[in-house]
T-cell receptor, first 114, second 117 residues
Framework: DQQVKQNSPSLSVQEGRISILNCDYTNSMFDYFLWYKKYPAEGPTFLISISSIKDKNEDGRFTVFLNKSAKHLSLHIVPSQPGDSAVYFCAANTLWNTGNQFYFGTGTSLTVIP | EPEVTQTPSHQVTQMGQEVILRCVPISNHLYFYWYRQILGQKVEFLVSFYNNEISEKSEIFDDQFSVERPDGSNFTLKIRSTKLEDSAMYFC???WGAGLSGANVLTFGAGSRLTVL
């Protein structure tokens, strides 16, 4: 049962433009969402997160939007840079459930074209 | 910046052999995880560990798998009798706490690539 879904396996964007990566979830108990970036042969690195009490969180060029009614979140990268080319995973869990797993999506491979 | 370290970076083994993957989580972290990623596929949860016991495990984590925190710093994943389908990148991760959003971020190691022949 795929509780976190990323329906776009890949995305190509011109340098300087906006990249929008999307993620959907099915479990309404999730109250914390994260985005990770992964380069080949490396571990995922944390990018940005948002709790369900917010609908937006911004950190520099990265903004995450959460739409709880639609069970949808998105990551906006603006402006996109070639170094942003990587696989992006969204993840979700429940804040107060100690020791529980983080559920990951299948990833979106972003290519930023110079 | 504190990091999660994993050894070995790459291990090649014969089917049926035992493998131990080692991890040193961030020192003040309390929750420990193993995930794996088969080439080109999703990141799959294996097991979480807190207070010296397994908190949650997936269907993948069958009797062939075990975890241990033998000395308060290392966190190991043992596969007793490896199968071809165990070939994957294994990621150790840790987090400081739960319940507070700042503590609820998983920090991953660089991974151990396991190749079963």
């Amino acid at each position: 049962d795929q509780q976190v879904k990323q329906n776009s396996p890949s995305l190509s964007v011109q340098e300087g433009r906006i990249s929008i990566l999307n993620c959907d979830y099915t479990n309404s108990m999730f109250d914390y969402f994260l985005w990770y970036k992964k380069y080949p042969a490396e571990g995922p690195t944390f990018l940005i997160s948002i709790s369900s009490i917010k609908d937006k969180n911004e950190d520099g060029r990265f903004t995450v939007f959460l739409n709880k009614s639609a069970k949808h979140l998105s990551l906006h990268i603006v402006p996109s840079q070639p170094g942003d080319s990587a696989v992006y995973f969204c993840a979700a869990n429940t804040l107060w459930n100690t020791g529980n797993q983080f559920y990951f999506g299948t990833g979106t491979s972003l290519t930023v074209i110079p | 910046e504190p990091e999660v370290t994993q050894t070995p970076s790459h291990q090649v083994t014969q089917m049926g052999q035992e493998v131990i993957l080692r991890c040193v989580p961030i020192s003040n972290h309390l929750y420990f995880y193993w995930y794996r990623q088969i080439l080109g596929q999703k990141v799959e949860f294996l097991v979480s560990f807190y207070n010296n016991e397994i908190s949650e495990k997936s269907e993948i984590f069958d009797d062939q798998f075990s975890v241990e925190r033998p000395d308060g710093s290392n966190f190991t994943l043992k596969i007793r009798s490896t199968k071809l389908e165990d070939s994957a990148m294994y990621f150790c991760a840790s987090r400081w706490g739960a319940g507070l959003s700042g503590a609820n971020v998983l920090t991953f190691g660089a991974g151990s690539r396991l190749t079963v022949l």
